[in-house]
């Protein structure tokens, strides 16, 4: 029997490039059954659940819904709200006051186990509703997944703001250092590798979270760059950490700042990259040495965004719909990669996606642990998009020196 009532749908965690399209297509998709009486965005996801924030997207024109599809960041506003039973429960009663037989949540892995908790809470009460996980993060770690929406804009501008690195240290070397997001996990950070054209192009040397790291290893490796090249330039996960499991960022740094979860502060500090440039211009006497970390503006940058990452974002959005007023399912919406590069989309059971992060398999990272491997390109290529810039070098012959032979 197909449950007749409200529809509900929020975005939790960090906002990407492409969360929009997942929020309109599942919308749009749900506009077309007749069981759905009202749709209803919650504003500042699981919060504005609580607080009843929530806005008629019944009432929102279809223009408009595709304009928004097409900006990036969250539309209905977002937070870092890690629900517990009490909190779900709280959430739940909502739900049941306002009628919500449809629940849809885009997010990544604690949005996925928040919707597993409202789910069993349900069930346990035999309250009819179907609660989908929409999956989305720039982290790329969500389990089941080949891959995730917003992973793939996220990583086109990484490996476009290397391209522009490798064209500065080309005109005026030096050694350059790119911190980029990643706590667990380092597909974000390995995109950079994709900005390689020229053989002595970088990025040269890249640390994922997923190898032990080594200050002094990372030096020995920097010094042999630099004396092959003449430049070196690196892309590091905020993330890495030594034998043990420690950040990095906790054994250079006095003082470590912690976040609302007690997590050591990566994503807001460029003291990384600043402490390693340190390391590199004392203990390898190299003046010209500079950092950055990206920080947010790799989540939402406006003129970014890779076609496969919008149409796939799409896609998950509509089929969460699908999957909830055809079939009337719950479940998390996974995307799997098939032939040469296409994808399939599968109802994947909450609880194999929820909490658990999924590292950078083996085979992608090189036996030194400072680069990926080809396999890893072939993966990355093609979720990067088909508008990809290129960069071009002057090809003229030298002019034979009279004065300075």
């Known amino acids: 029997m197909k449950q007749e009532g409200k529809l509900l749908i929020a975005q939790g965690g960090g906002p990407t490039a492409v969360i929009n399209q997942s929020l309109v297509g599942a919308v749009l998709e749900s506009r077309k059954f007749p069981q759905v009486t009202k749709i209803y965005g919650a504003l500042h996801g699981v919060s504005g659940i609580v607080k009843e924030d929530f806005i008629d997207l019944t009432q929102e024109t279809t223009q408009n819904l595709e304009l928004v599809a097409g900006t990036p960041s969250s539309a209905l506003l977002s937070t870092r709200d890690k629900p517990d039973d009490k909190y779900c429960e709280e959430m739940f009663k909502v739900m049941k006051a306002h009628d919500i037989r449809y629940f849809f949540y885009i997010g990544g892995n604690d949005s996925a186990d928040t919707v597993r908790i409202v789910n069993e809470k349900a069930c346990e009460e035999n309250y009819e509703l179907r609660s989908i996980h929409i999956p989305k993060t720039i982290d790329n770690d969500l389990l089941v997944n080949d891959h995730c929406p917003g992973f793939g804009s996220a990583a086109k ?49 890249i640390y994922l979270p997923e ?13 042999a760059t630099y004396e092959k090249y003449g430049k070196c330039v ?16 906790s054994k250079l740094c006095k003082e470590i700042e912690r976040d609302s979860h007690g997590n050591i502060q990566l994503s807001g500090t460029g003291q990384l990259g600043d402490l390693l440039a340190s390391e590199i211009k004392e203990k390898l006497r190299i003046k010209r040495v500079r950092s950055d970390t990206f920080g947010y503006v790799q989540r939402s940058f406006m003129s970014c965004v890779s076609d496969t990452d919008q149409r796939e974002a799409r896609e998950v959005g509509e089929k969460a719909a699908q999957f909830a007023l055809w079939q009337n399912v719950d479940g998390s919406v996974t995307i ?52 990809m810039p290129q960069a071009h070098r002057l090809r003229a012959p030298k002019v034979e020196k009279i004065l300075n032979k």
């Open 234 to 249: 690196i892309a590091v996960s905020e993330g890495i950490c030594d034998n043990d499991g420690s950040p990095i960022i």
């Open 336 to 387: 799997h990669r098939t032939g040469t590069y296409s994808v399939d989309y599968r109802l994947s059971k909450l609880e194999q996606v929820a909490k658990y992060t999924k590292s950078m398999p083996e085979d992608f990272i090189n036996k030194d642990g400072n680069h990926v491997t080809d396999k890893f390109i072939d993966y990355v290529r093609p979720l990067l998009g088909s508008a």
């Open 211 to 223: 190898k032990p790291f080594s200050i002094e290893k990372f030096l020995l490796d920097v010094k």
């Open 157 to 205: 501008f990484v490996t476009q703001a290397f391209m522009g690195v490798n064209l500065d240290i080309s005109a005026l070397p030096g050694v350059y250092i790119g911190v980029v997001m990643g706590r667990n996990a380092g597909f974000l950070t390995a995109a950079a590798a994709m900005a390689k054209k020229y053989p002595e192009d970088g990025p040269h040397l």
